[in-house]
Structure formats: C-alpha cells, structure tokens
C-alpha cells in the first residue's frame, strides 16, 4: 500500500511570491491534514481537510490555504512569502474525520523563501 | 493553544542503554500518540494508546497511556544506533479532533 505522496520535495521561492504545495493521502483515506515544521521545532498545525470541506485551521494569517480535490488530494498555497514560511511543509491522511488521531505522515515539502 | 511538554528535550547516551521520555499536559486527552521523526522525513507513528492505564509495547518500545489521562511515556530498551531520531508525542483531545503536538525529544547514541 502507497503512503502519503507529497510533491515537490524542494520548493525555493523569494519573498513575495506564492507556493504551492501538494499531497495525495493514503488510498482510502479521506482527511487530509498539513503541518508546519519550522528548522528544530515541533510541528504546528495549520489545515484539516475532510470530504472536500475545511473542518479546522491552526493559528495562522488567512494567507495560508488550501483545499481538497474529489480524489481526495490537497493543496497547500501561501501567498505573499515570508522568510519566516521557510520550513518543513508536512501533509498526513487519515481513514476519515472519525479516525482523525490515527494520523500517517508524508515525506514532507521543504520550502525555503529566500 | 493546547500545549503538551514534553521532556527532556534532548538525550545523549551509549549504545545499549535504556531511554525514557515524557509528555505532561494540563488538559486531558483521550489517545496519546509517539511517532519518530528521521531528518528530512516525515513522523512515523510508532504506538497509539487509547484507554487510561493501557500499556502497548512494539518491539523494544513501551509506552503508557496515564491514569489521569494528563500523560504519557515512551521506553526505549537496549538503544541501537538506529534509534537515533527526534520522538515526538501527540494527543488528541477530549471533544477535539484535531492532534496536538509537543516539541520532541531529540535522541543521540554514541556507539
């Protein structure tokens, strides 16, 4: 059985600009969640995505977005770059909202705004 | 927000000892979650614990789910350099669906 797929794996963009992430959960999944990783800390919670909806979003500014296809698959866009949105991007799946703590993670999007 | 702490934050021993790690809270949680972060990889869920008191091993690794639902603990026996990594725990809270993270225990084995 495939994991989460995150894709690209490197992504360097300049301040300013705008990112696009992007994540295909495990097949069969439904609820799709991404995290920021910042360089030695733990992981922030940024977006829940479950049936095509936004269920929950963490503590961060409105231009953090995204969405989730019928398939399933999210994106993950942040507008207007800022240094500090250079992190470790990770998406994880669940079976669905019900199982939203069995949470299996990707290999992770490394965006660096430079 | 909800925060867990966990401790210590990092842990440097020999090759063949025992590790022990923690997560506190002040908020009860209703599973408890240990995934091991490799650099530049995402978590691997290594034990998932769901009732108070339960007690779950995988292989090398135990982990227990506190009584008063507040915390928990990861035990590592006979570390092998494969060990290495960063652990994290996660909770999920009562009424909460989303998972709440600490902010990990780095582990380094010298051989």
């Known amino acids: 059985e495939a994991g989460v797929t995150q894709s690209p794996t490197h992504l360097i963009k300049t301040r300013g600009q705008q990112a696009t992430l992007r994540c295909s959960p495990i097949?069969?999944?439904?609820?799709v969640y991404w995290y920021q990783q910042a360089l030695g800390l733990g992981l922030q919670f940024l977006l829940w995505y479950d049936e095509g909806e936004e269920r929950n979003r963490g503590n961060f500014p409105p231009r953090f977005s995204g969405r989730q296809f019928p398939n399933y698959s999210s994106e993950l866009n942040v507008n207007a770059l800022e240094l500090e949105d250079s992190a470790l991007y990770l998406c994880a799946s669940s079976p669905d909202r019900i199982t939203s703590y069995e949470q299996y993670f990707g290999p992770g999007t490394r965006l660096t705004v430079t | 927000g909800q925060q867990l702490n966990q401790s210590p934050q990092s842990m440097f021993i020999q090759e063949g000892e025992d590790v022990s790690m923690n997560c506190t809270s002040s908020s009860i949680f209703n599973t408890w979650l240990w995934y091991k972060q490799d650099p530049g990889e995402g978590p691997v869920l290594l034990i998932a614990l769901y009732k108070a008191g339960e007690l779950t091993s995988n292989g090398r690794l135990t982990a227990q789910f506190g009584i008063t639902r507040k915390d928990s603990f990861l035990n590592i026996s006979a570390s092998i350099p494969s060990d290495v990594g960063i652990y994290f725990c996660?909770?999920?809270?009562?009424?909460?669906?989303?998972?709440?993270f600490g902010q990990g225990t780095r582990l380094t084995i010298n051989p």
């Open positions: 996660a909770g999920q809270l009562w009424g909460a669906q989303k998972l709440v």
């Open positions: 097949s069969g999944h439904t609820s």
